[in-house]
C-alpha cells in the first residue's frame, strides 16, 4: 500500500472480529522498532498478550467497560518506555521536558507500530483508560518504566466511520 494511502486508511477500531496471529504480530512488533529514538536509545518496550485466559483477565481488571467491550476478540500490546533515560544527562533532565522525551518516543515507536498493523491488513485502537497498577502486577512491568498505553490489534469487525480533521489553518502557522 502507497504510504499517503495507508495513513488515510488507518482507523481507530472499537469492534473485532479476530485477533492476530503470532507471527504476524512478531513482524509488525520487528517494524515497529525502526521508529526514532533519541540518540538511538530505544527505551520502548512492549508487553504482547496474545493468551485467550491472560487477554480475558487483563481486560477485565485493567480496562473499563468501555474499552473491553472496543477490544474484545484484539489481542493486546501495553507499550510503555524506561524512565530517566531519554532527555537526560546522567540523572539531570537536558531540558524541562524530561522523562517527556521518552514519552515523544515512544508515540513515535507506536505510530509505526500502527502503521504497520494496518499495512499487514489488521486494526489498531490506542487505549490510554486503563489501571496501569493492575497492569505492571499482571505483566510484571519494572517499576522503571512507565505504562502509556494498550493497543488491541486484530481484525474490525464492522467499517469504521472516517472522522473529521481540523482545517489546517487551526492547527499550522506558517513563518
Known sequence: MEFKELMMARRSV???SAGIDHETLVEILKQAQQAPSWKNQQTSRCYAVETPE??????????PSFN??????????????VKNVVGFNGETPVNEIGNGW????????????TLAAANAGYDTLIMGI????????????PE???????????????????????????????F
Open 14 to 16: 472499537r469492534g473485532y
Open 54 to 63: 491472560i487477554l480475558e483477565d487483563l481486560r477485565a481488571s485493567a480496562l
Open 68 to 81: 473491553q467491550n472496543s477490544s474484545a476478540h484484539a489481542a493486546l500490546i501495553v507499550t510503555t518506555y
Open 102 to 113: 521518552g514519552a515523544y518516543d515512544l508515540g513515535l515507536h507506536d505510530a509505526y507500530l
Open 130 to 141: 486503563r489501571d496501569a497498577d493492575v497492569i505492571r502486577e499482571k505483566l510484571r512491568i
Open 144 to 174: 522503571n518504566e512507565e505504562i502509556m498505553s494498550v493497543i488491541a490489534v486484530g481484525k474490525r469487525s464492522a467499517e469504521p466511520s472516517v472522522r473529521p480533521r481540523k482545517e489546517l489553518d487551526e492547527v499550522v502557522r506558517f
